[in-house]
């Protein structure tokens, strides 16, 4: 099933853009491209740090200096979430959790 890219430009601690861009598995580039044509922004350029954190944590952080033009935000971040995945734990088993 395919999941969604949540990307997000930040200034200091507060997102000033976002969009949610849908991203079958293995092709995050894909919809990273269609976020930043949304966002009127070039792509940023991925580095093997990229790609490791990807294969980790399905998230990425972008700074000013992997953008070939000048931005006007600190960093974009990039967030692999799939809303039909029932795997994953949605609360703790902590008893106030009710």
């Known amino acids: ?9 930040i200034k200091k601690t507060r997102r000033i853009k976002d969009t949610v861009q849908p991203c079958p598995q ?12 949304e966002l009127d922004l070039a792509l940023p350029l991925v580095l093997g740090k ?3 954190d990807w ?4 998230n990425i952080r972008f700074l000013p200096e992997h953008f ?13 979430f799939d809303p039909d995945d029932r795997d994953t734990k949605r609360r703790s088993d902590d008893p106030r959790n009710g």
């Open 1 to 9: 099933m395919a999941g969604q890219l949540w990307v997000r430009l």
């Open 26 to 37: 293995g092709d995050w580039r894909k919809a990273l491209e269609k976020a930043c044509h």
């Open 50 to 52: 990229h790609e490791r």
């Open 55 to 58: 294969e980790t944590n399905r």
């Open 68 to 80: 070939m033009e000048p931005v006007q935000f600190d960093r974009m971040e990039i967030e692999y």
